[in-house]
C-alpha cells in the first residue's frame, strides 16, 4: 500500500498563503485595494455604491440600463415579512444584533419565495439592510422600519438606522464608508462563506455561516469596540497614558493594524477625512477627530500600527446618530455583496474545501471501563 504523502506545513492563520485564484479584489501591504481592477479612491471619488456593488458582482461596471435595472431589483425585494421580524422579535432585548441577523437570514432560506440562485442572491442583498437597521430594536419591542421605495440604497439603510436628518454631505459619507465595507478579499468572514459554498449549500446558508464569523471582535466587532474605546478615553490629551495602560495590561487596542496593511489601510485614510469635514461643516466641537487622531499618533509612535477602516468609520457613524450596537450590522449590509461574489466565484469553479490537520494527539489508548477509572 503506498503511503499518503507528507501534508504541507502551513503558518497558523493561514498568513500569507493563497488558498484561491479571485478577480474580485486584491489588498496590498502597500496600502492599495482594489475592486475588479480599479483603485478603491477612484472608486469612492466617482462611483455610487449599487453601481460598486454591481461591479463587484459581475466584474464590469454597469450601464445605465443595467444599473437602474439592478437597482430595481434590490427595491423590488426589500421588503421583510412579519414571520421573519416575528422570529427577530422572539429573540428578546439582550440578542446580540449579528445574532437576530443570523437567525433571520436561516429562516429566510426556508421561506423566501425566490426560485433561482440569482434572485435568491438578490433577495439576500435586498433584505440584508433590512435586516440590519431593525437588528437592535425589534427584539426590544419596537416597531420596524421599513424601506422608502424612491431612495438609493445607502441613504434608505440610513433613514432606517436612525431618525437624524442627514445632510446631503453626511449621506455621501455614509454610501462612501459603505463603500470600503463592500468587499475586502479573503477575509474571515468571505473565507467562511467560500467554505460553505464549497459544499453547494444555498447562498442563505453560506451567508448565515459568514455572519457568525463577522461577530467576533477581530473582525466585524471592531467597529463597535473602537467606537467604546474613544468614548472612554473622552480626552486627546490622555491617548499616550490610555495606551501605555493598554500596553501594559496586555489590553487589546481595538482598531489598529490588520494582516494585510503594515504602512497604512486606503480606507481609513478616506474615512479620516470624512470624519474631519463632517465635523467641520457642524462647526464647533470636533473632540472626536482628535480623540482619534492623537490616538493614532501615539499608537504609531509607540508601535508603528497603523488604525484600520474600523477605527475612523465608528467615529463617523457615531456623528450621524447611529446606535453602537448597530455598526456591525452595517458591515453585514455591505459586505453581503462581497460575500455573494465570493459565493460565485467559488461555485463557478468548485472543489470541496477540506483541508488536512497535523494530529498531535496521543494513540493506542486502551478502554477502561467506568468503575476502574481513576478520578
Same mark, same amino acid.
Given at each position: 500500500m503506498k503511503d499518503a504523502p507528507d501534508p504541507v506545513k502551513l503558518p497558523k492563520g493561514l498568513a500569507g498563503v493563497s488558498v484561491t485564484d479571485?478577480?474580485?479584489? +486584491?489588498?496590498?501591504?502597500?496600502? #492599495? @485595494?482594489?475592486?475588479?481592477?480599479?483603485?478603491?479612491?477612484? =472608486?469612492?471619488?466617482?462611483?455610487?455604491?449599487?453601481?460598486?456593488?454591481?461591479?463587484?458582482?459581475?466584474? +464590469?461596471?454597469?450601464?445605465?440600463?443595467?444599473?437602474? #435595472?439592478?437597482?430595481?431589483? @434590490?427595491?423590488?425585494?426589500?421588503?421583510?415579512?412579519?414571520?421573519?421580524?416575528? !422570529?427577530?422579535?422572539? @429573540? *428578546?432585548?439582550?440578542?446580540?444584533?449579528?445574532?437576530? !441577523?443570523?437567525?433571520?437570514? #436561516?429562516a429566510l432560506g426556508s421561506i423566501d419565495a425566490e426560485k433561482d440562485l440569482p434572485g435568491k442572491q438578490m433577495s439576500l442583498e435586498a433584505k440584508m439592510s433590512v435586516l440590519a437597521a431593525n437588528s437592535h430594536r425589534v427584539p426590544r419591542g419596537d416597531s420596524p422600519r421599513t424601506p422608502k421605495k424612491d431612495l438609493r440604497f445607502s441613504d434608505n439603510l440610513l433613514q432606517m438606522l436612525t431618525t437624524k436628518e442627514a445632510t446631503e454631505y453626511e449621506r455621501r459619507v455614509f454610501e462612501r464608508v459603505m463603500m470600503l465595507y463592500l468587499e475586502h478579499d479573503l477575509n474571515a468572514s468571505?473565507?467562511?462563506?467560500?467554505?460553505?459554498?464549497?459544499?453547494?449549500?444555498?447562498?442563505?446558508?453560506?451567508?448565515?455561516? *459568514?455572519?457568525?464569523?463577522?461577530?467576533?471582535?477581530?473582525?466585524?466587532?471592531?467597529?463597535?469596540?473602537?467606537?467604546?474605546? =474613544?468614548?472612554?478615553?473622552?480626552?486627546?490629551?490622555?491617548?499616550?497614558?490610555?495606551?501605555?495602560?493598554?500596553?501594559?495590561?496586555?489590553? +487589546?487596542?481595538?482598531?489598529?493594524?490588520?494582516?494585510?496593511?503594515?504602512?497604512?489601510?486606503?480606507?481609513?485614510?478616506?474615512? +479620516?477625512?470624512?470624519?474631519?469635514?463632517?465635523l467641520n461643516r457642524r462647526g464647533g466641537d470636533d473632540t472626536l477627530y482628535q480623540l482619534c487622531d492623537s490616538l493614532e499618533a501615539e499608537m504609531w509612535r509607540a508601535k508603528r500600527i497603523p488604525p484600520n477602516l474600523d477605527f475612523y468609520a465608528?467615529?463617523?457613524?457615531? #456623528?450621524?446618530?447611529?446606535?453602537?450596537?448597530?455598526?456591525?450590522?452595517?458591515?453585514?449590509?455591505?459586505?453581503?455583496?462581497?460575500?455573494m461574489a465570493h459565493y460565485n466565484e467559488q461555485v463557478g469553479d468548485n472543489k470541496l474545501i477540506r483541508p488536512d490537520s497535523t494530529y498531535v494527539g496521543r494513540s493506542g489508548l486502551k478502554y477502561v471501563p467506568i468503575e476502574e477509572r481513576e478520578p
Amino acid at each position: 500500500m503506498k503511503d499518503a504523502p507528507d501534508p504541507v506545513k502551513l503558518p497558523k492563520g493561514l498568513a500569507g498563503v493563497s488558498v484561491t485564484d479571485t478577480r474580485i479584489s +486584491k489588498s496590498d501591504p502597500d496600502g #492599495s @485595494l482594489l475592486y475588479r481592477g480599479y483603485p478603491i479612491l477612484e =472608486l469612492a471619488t466617482k462611483a455610487g455604491f449599487e453601481e460598486t456593488a454591481y461591479l463587484v458582482l459581475t466584474g +464590469k461596471l454597469p450601464t445605465r440600463s443595467k444599473l437602474e #435595472s439592478f437597482t430595481e431589483g @434590490l427595491r423590488e425585494r426589500a421588503e421583510v415579512g412579519p414571520k421573519v421580524f416575528g !422570529i427577530m422579535r422572539e @429573540l *428578546g432585548q439582550d440578542a446580540n444584533p449579528i445574532d437576530v !441577523i443570523r437567525t433571520a437570514v #436561516s429562516a429566510l432560506g426556508s421561506i423566501d419565495a425566490e426560485k433561482d440562485l440569482p434572485g435568491k442572491q438578490m433577495s439576500l442583498e435586498a433584505k440584508m439592510s433590512v435586516l440590519a437597521a431593525n437588528s437592535h430594536r425589534v427584539p426590544r419591542g419596537d416597531s420596524p422600519r421599513t424601506p422608502k421605495k424612491d431612495l438609493r440604497f445607502s441613504d434608505n439603510l440610513l433613514q432606517m438606522l436612525t431618525t437624524k436628518e442627514a445632510t446631503e454631505y453626511e449621506r455621501r459619507v455614509f454610501e462612501r464608508v459603505m463603500m470600503l465595507y463592500l468587499e475586502h478579499d479573503l477575509n474571515a468572514s468571505s473565507f467562511t462563506v467560500r467554505v460553505v459554498a464549497s459544499t453547494l449549500a444555498d447562498p442563505y446558508a453560506a451567508a448565515s455561516a *459568514g455572519l457568525a464569523s463577522l461577530k467576533g471582535p477581530l473582525h466585524g466587532g471592531a467597529n463597535e469596540a473602537a467606537m467604546g474605546m =474613544l468614548l472612554d478615553l473622552k480626552e486627546p490629551a490622555k491617548a499616550g497614558e490610555f495606551l501605555r495602560a493598554a500596553f501594559k495590561e496586555g489590553r +487589546k487596542v481595538m482598531g489598529f493594524g490588520h494582516r494585510v496593511y503594515k504602512q497604512f489601510d486606503p480606507r481609513a485614510r478616506i474615512c +479620516k477625512e470624512y470624519l474631519w469635514e463632517i465635523l467641520n461643516r457642524r462647526g464647533g466641537d470636533d473632540t472626536l477627530y482628535q480623540l482619534c487622531d492623537s490616538l493614532e499618533a501615539e499608537m504609531w509612535r509607540a508601535k508603528r500600527i497603523p488604525p484600520n477602516l474600523d477605527f475612523y468609520a465608528a467615529p463617523i457613524f457615531y #456623528s450621524l446618530g447611529i446606535e453602537v450596537p448597530l455598526y456591525t450590522p452595517i458591515f453585514a449590509a455591505s459586505r453581503i455583496f462581497g460575500w455573494m461574489a465570493h459565493y460565485n466565484e467559488q461555485v463557478g469553479d468548485n472543489k470541496l474545501i477540506r483541508p488536512d490537520s497535523t494530529y498531535v494527539g496521543r494513540s493506542g489508548l486502551k478502554y477502561v471501563p467506568i468503575e476502574e477509572r481513576e478520578p
